[in-house]
């Protein structure tokens, strides 16, 4: 069974700690993003990959780190410089980072800090 | 000025009624995406539109290029279409970046 897996689904975070929220895929695809999204308010892209060992910056990039060391694998890390992290965080993957290919999300992880 | 603007921004409607959620865009796009999300948070793609019209069982979608507006029509509604439904526009920046609507809250009552 195909699919984007993020976990955990809820995690809680002391004010100046670093976190890293999981996102894998099976659906062998290339392209992988993460969005945030706050109450209000449309998803923002923090990052994206395109390809295994790359990776961009999103429009809110400051305050988070990513790696993609393997490709069904695209951790996001929220550290301490992040000002608000509260917020719900959305992963996608689309087969490629072409304008037709439709992206797939994930169920989301609502990070709180405390 | 949101590139993406999405109306109304919350819906109650009772079970049956014909809904329409509608969303503005002022940017030119290639493709428009209407996205259903789960209470849970989970999103799913209803539609990818880049002209014309699309229909899916009781969902219909439907794009106007030249006046940068789309509509999402639900027939018969039902309390299982209760969800947020969030309008995304693919730009001409290349790639597959997808600037989102805020979404739209649909209740459906019974």
């Known amino acids: 069974d195909g699919g984007i897996t993020q976990s955990p689904k809820y995690l809680f975070r002391k004010e100046g700690q670093n976190v890293t929220l999981s996102c894998e895929q099976n659906l062998n695809h290339d392209a992988m993003y993460w969005y945030r999204q706050d109450p209000g308010q449309g998803l923002r892209l923090i990052y994206y990959s395109q390809i295994v060992n790359d990776f961009q910056k999103g429009d809110i990039a400051e305050g988070y780190s990513v790696s993609r060391e393997k490709k069904e694998s695209f951790p996001l890390t929220v550290t301490s410089a992040q000002k608000n992290p509260t917020a719900f965080y959305l992963c996608?993957?689309?087969?490629?980072?072409?304008?037709?290919?439709?992206?797939?999300f994930g169920p989301g992880t609502r990070l709180t800090v405390l | 000025k949101n590139e993406v603007e999405q109306s109304p921004q919350n819906l109650t409607a009772q079970e049956g009624e014909f809904i329409t959620i509608n969303c503005s865009y002022s940017?030119?796009?290639?493709?428009l995406h209407w996205l259903q999300q789960h209470p849970g948070g989970g999103i799913v793609s209803l539609f990818m539109?880049?002209?014309g019209k699309k229909k899916h069982g009781r969902l219909i979608a439907t794009i106007n290029i030249q006046e940068k507006h789309s509509s999402l029509h639900i027939t018969a509604s039902h309390p299982r279409d209760s969800a947020v439904y969030i309008c995304?526009?693919?730009?001409?920046?290349?790639?597959?970046?997808?600037?989102f609507g805020a979404g739209t809250i649909l209740r459906v009552k019974s």
């Open positions: 995304a526009v693919r730009g001409p920046w290349g790639g597959n970046k997808l600037v």
């Open positions: 539109l880049s002209s």
């Open positions: 940017v030119g796009i290639s493709a």
């Open positions: 996608a993957s689309s087969q490629r980072d072409l304008s037709q290919d439709t992206q797939y």
